[in-house]
């Protein structure tokens, strides 16, 4: 990044420049533009009722077994990924245990933790393919992030994990130092609301990744906040599908796809869809 020239930003400002208005006009209602294009899906979710599901605040969600995401991802072009524990999943780690294996070579988990959890425990899911750690911090007020701070710091220096945070990025803003301080982390869906925003960019700026997931669950201008944090650094966007989308108020389409390559053009589309969250996870992928 320090030697970028002057032409170069200019570049990508032309290529960002303007895409919230055409996505606006297109409607996106063309063909979908993804043909032949390698997909990471880098959050999607795997709900197999044969392992312990605990209701959140009341909600838990239906069944939505490997088989059915599969059939959905296969035909967007999805061949590598990251399966995440949900808040429902709570500590549970019998389900990502079963599917990894199955999904096989590219693919990966996210887990959940409790903060007492040893080291020899990371060790273990990390040789099973997991490769982060999930906070889920949307549904709670944020007094410290002290716990996290620890945790974080912990699994990276067992196993080079990094940290994913569920999470309205606003609720960040006083804890913006302590977590740039971190080796590494993502936010989840856009960081979820317009006032997040800022405080998103000011992460991004200090290393951190932001996952282009969840355009039906987020209160914000998605096309605007992609230009945003492409400008700021274009290796920080990692796409994901949300698939199944649970209690997002508009589940993940085939449309979120055309988006993400009509605001950001062919090339950082592609770095998106594939080389950061490759990179992230630490897949080794053709």
Do not use: C, H
């Given at each position: 990044m320090g030697h970028e020239t002057r032409a170069m930003?200019?570049?990508?400002?032309?290529?960002?420049g303007g895409a919230a208005a055409v996505v606006a006009r297109s409607g996106l209602s063309a063909a979908p533009a993804w043909g032949g294009r390698r997909i990471f899906d880098s959050h999607c979710h795997i709900i197999d009722h044969r392992f312990p599901i605990v209701a959140n605040q009341g909600y838990s969600p239906p069944?939505?077994?490997?088989?059915?995401?599969?059939?959905?991802?296969?035909p967007l072009g999805v061949v590598?990924?990251?399966?995440?524990?949900?808040?429902?999943?709570?500590?549970?780690?019998?389900?990502?245990?079963?599917?990894?294996?199955?999904?096989?070579?590219g693919w990966v988990g996210v887990t959940q933790l409790p903060n007492d959890c040893p080291d020899a425990e990371i060790v273990r899911l990390d040789a099973l393919g997991v490769r982060g750690v999930r906070f889920n911090l949307f549904r709670g007020q944020i007094d410290s992030v002290d716990d996290l701070v620890t945790m974080a710091k912990r699994v990276h220096a067992v196993a080079g994990w990094h940290s994913e945070l569920y999470v309205d990025a606003a609720a960040l803003r006083p804890h913006i130092g302590a977590l740039s301080k971190l080796p590494q982390i993502s936010i989840d869906h856009l960081g979820m609301t317009e006032a997040g925003v800022p405080?998103?960019?000011?992460?991004?700026?200090?290393?951190c990744k932001v996952k282009a997931t969840g355009f039906g669950r987020v209160k914000l201008d998605v096309p605007a906040a992609l230009e945003a944090i492409a400008r700021s650094n274009p290796r920080a966007l990692v796409f994901g599908t949300d698939i199944p989308s649970t209690r997002a108020q508009r589940p993940f389409q085939p449309s979120d796809i055309?988006?993400?390559?009509?605001?950001?053009?062919?090339?950082?589309?592609?770095?998106?869809?594939?080389?950061?969250?490759?990179?992230?996870y630490r897949v080794k992928a053709g």
């Open positions: 930003r200019l570049d990508r400002r032309q290529v960002l069944d939505f077994p490997l088989d059915a995401y599969l059939a959905q991802a296969r590598a990924g990251a399966v995440v524990s949900g808040s429902f999943q709570a500590n549970d780690q019998t389900w990502l245990i079963d599917v990894l294996p199955k999904l096989g070579a405080v998103l960019l000011e992460l991004v700026a200090a290393g055309d988006l993400v390559e009509t605001v950001l053009g062919s090339e950082l589309a592609g770095k998106a869809f594939w080389d950061n969250p490759v990179g992230l």
